[in-house]
């Protein structure tokens, strides 16, 4: 199986196909000086549960790390990965981290979705 990961500039968004076909993706948004402060992951419901998710965010880490660019963790996946390995811990942004901790990152996105549409938040069983 091929895989691309594409940076769709256009789309705020980092893009995994795998045999030519979109599976997944990454939103950031692209800080300075090189900071990418990794907000929201999605996969196509189809290819849920194949391990499009860690495989993209790996991806997404080590091209980065090639820019020479640090992250801010605000995506509770990406928390969550970044939780299970040192592997990418220099590339955490030191004065903007984001989230230790998936909860947190849940939390947080819970009440920034409810600020947004003016309601109470939802909780999510994960």
Not at 38 to 62: I, S, Y
Not at 72 to 88: G, N, Q
Not at 97 to 124: F, H, I, M, N, Q
Request: proline share 4%; charged share 25%; aromatic share 8%.
């Amino acid at each position: 199986m091929a895989e691309e990961l594409v940076d769709s500039v256009a789309h705020g968004r980092f893009e995994l196909f795998r045999d030519g076909e979109l599976v997944g993706w990454l939103y950031y948004t692209h800080l300075r000086p090189n900071r990418y402060a990794l907000r929201h992951t999605e996969v196509e419901p189809g290819h849920q549960h194949q391990g499009v998710a860690g495989a993209m965010v790996g991806r997404v880490l080590d091209e980065i790390r090639s820019r020479e660019g640090t992250v801010t963790a605000i995506c509770p996946f990406v928390v969550d990965y970044l939780s299970r390995t040192i592997a990418y811990a220099d590339l955490i942004d030191a004065r903007h981290p984001g989230y230790s901790e998936r909860a947190a990152a849940e939390s947080a996105l819970r009440k920034a979705v409810a600020a947004t549409t003016d309601r109470a938040p939802e909780t999510r069983e994960s």
